[in-house]
């Protein structure tokens, strides 16, 4: 089914006005509300061409609405969750719509905001303290015991 830019408009319009409106008549919690967004946008991407301007926000939204989830009910700093989440909504978006047809941008986004959320709980956590130099020294140890030799490129006179 092919619609028109004020169409899409007004139905993103339309979807947005009825969640806010259940949101004020009920008592729906935040994440619910995101999520039900999310959900929204997703419905639109699959029900109408497939228009990635609607799964992203779709994906996004969903991957919010489950760290607020989260977020409200833990105790801790789960700020890596945030960027993890992220993280995954990108490969959503990869998996969904831009791998079939050849595109692989949502990798990029996607593989930093993982090593960013990695990174953020390394440097958060008590853990952390001990993974890091771990890691490097398991590093060190790989680099000095790996079989082969070492290229060096040779100068030509």
């Given at each position: 089914?092919?619609?028109?830019?004020?169409?899409?408009?007004?139905?993103?319009?339309?979807?947005?006005?009825?969640?806010?409106?259940?949101?004020?008549?009920?008592?729906?919690?935040?994440?619910?509300?995101?999520?039900?967004?999310?959900?929204?946008?997703?419905?639109?991407?699959?029900?109408?061409?497939?228009?990635?301007?609607?799964?992203?926000?779709?994906?996004?939204?969903?991957?919010?609405?489950?760290?607020?989830?989260?977020?409200?009910?833990?105790?801790?700093?789960?700020?890596?969750?945030?960027?993890?989440?992220?993280?995954?909504?990108?490969?959503?978006?990869?998996?969904?719509?831009?791998?079939?047809?050849?595109?692989?941008?949502?990798?990029?986004?996607?593989?930093?905001?993982?090593?960013?959320?990695?990174?953020?709980?390394?440097?958060?956590?008590?853990?952390?303290?001990?993974?890091?130099?771990?890691?490097?020294?398991?590093?060190?140890?790989?680099?000095?015991t790996r079989k082969g030799e070492i290229r060096t490129e040779q100068k030509k006179e």
């Open positions: 089914m092919e619609i028109n830019d004020r169409t899409k408009i007004g139905l993103i319009l339309v979807v947005l006005g009825v969640i806010i409106l259940v949101g004020n008549l009920t008592k729906i919690e935040g994440e619910v509300f995101l999520f039900l967004l999310g959900a929204a946008f997703l419905g639109v991407y699959f029900y109408y061409n497939r228009n990635i301007g609607f799964l992203i926000p779709g994906c996004i939204l969903i991957a919010l609405s489950i760290f607020v989830y989260f977020d409200r009910i833990t105790r801790g700093d789960i700020a890596f969750l945030f960027f993890a989440l992220l993280g995954l909504a990108f490969f959503a978006i990869y998996y969904i719509d831009t791998k079939p047809r050849g595109l692989n941008w949502p990798i990029y986004p996607g593989w930093a905001l993982l090593i960013f959320s990695i990174f953020l709980l390394m440097v958060t956590s008590r853990a952390g303290r001990f993974i890091i130099p771990i890691a490097i020294i398991l590093l060190g140890l790989w680099i000095i």
